[in-house]
């Protein structure tokens, strides 16, 4: 798990949100747990290295 963290705003619709929170709840994840992951897994798919001390941005080849 990352050392340091930052904030990360992000606007959506309020039903959204909420059947977000209740799904995550189910499954017994908390939101953030979940966006931290479609994160990682985002940037994984589009070959990222985000090592710790990474600024996340795309290495140069």
């Known amino acids: 798990?990352?050392?340091?963290?930052?904030r990360l705003t992000v606007?959506?619709?309020?039903?959204?949100k909420r059947a977000f929170?209740?799904?995550?709840?189910?499954q017994d994840v908390t939101p953030?747990?979940?966006v931290?992951?479609?994160i990682r897994d985002y940037?994984?798919?589009?070959?990222?290295d985000f090592?710790?001390?990474d600024t996340g941005a795309p290495k140069a080849n």
Do not use: F
């Open 1 to 6: 798990m990352e050392q340091k963290t930052a």
């Open 11 to 16: 606007l959506i619709d309020p039903d959204k």
């Open 21 to 26: 929170e209740t799904l995550c709840a189910e």
């Open 32 to 34: 953030s747990q979940v």
């Open 36 to 38: 931290r992951r479609l």
């Open 43 to 48: 940037l994984a798919a589009h070959g990222v």
């Open 51 to 53: 090592g710790a001390g």
